[in-house]
């Protein structure tokens, strides 16, 4: 069962204000523009999970997507938390093509695309981050 749905992230509804607001050859366009570009990739990816995840049982599991929970002082989101009776699944999905090389080591991600080479921060440090605050939350909220 979807207990929280996906909704448009609020920063890509206020890049898209933002840009309609501004003059037709304002300098910055093109860099909203690409930001705006990246940011519809990473919700696409996102939503790329809800079809494999529409045949899970609503009745042994629930789904919360864009989960955003506190952590002391701050806020720690994950894309979508999976619940169950015997487990809790954290999914964080990436929208990036290209020949991806996990580096454990740096714990950074390096992609090779059309011959030019990215590197992003480490998606399982992420992870691993998420799983040591929802491991917190659960205990300081009676859960765990």
């Given amino acids: 069962m979807i207990v929280k749905q996906r909704e448009i992230p609020l920063v890509i ?20 523009k690409e930001e705006i570009s ?8 996102e ?10 049982n609503d009745k042994r599991y629930y789904i ?3 989960l955003r ?16 009776l015997k487990f809790a699944l954290i999914l964080e999905v990436k929208n990036i093509s290209g020949i991806l090389h ?4 740096y714990n950074q991600l390096f992609r090779n695309k059309d011959g030019e080479e990215s590197v992003f ?3 399982i440090v992420q992870v691993n981050r998420q799983e ?13």
Avoid: V
Avoid at 38 to 45: D, L, N, S
Avoid at 102 to 105: E, P, V
């Fill in 132 to 144: 040591n605050q929802l491991k917190k939350w659960f205990a300081e909220n009676g859960l765990g």
């Fill in 47 to 56: 939503t790329s999970i809800d079809f494999p995840l529409g045949f899970l």
């Fill in 102 to 105: 996990f580096d454990t080591i």
């Fill in 13 to 32: 509804l206020k890049l898209e204000a933002l840009l309609r607001r501004l003059p037709p050859h304002h300098p910055k366009i093109p860099l909203i």
């Fill in 64 to 66: 919360l997507h864009d």
């Fill in 121 to 123: 921060p480490c998606p």
């Fill in 38 to 45: 990246k940011r519809k990739a990473g919700f696409k990816g």
């Fill in 69 to 84: 929970l506190p952590d002391a002082n701050r806020y720690f989101q994950m894309d979508t938390l999976i619940l169950s």
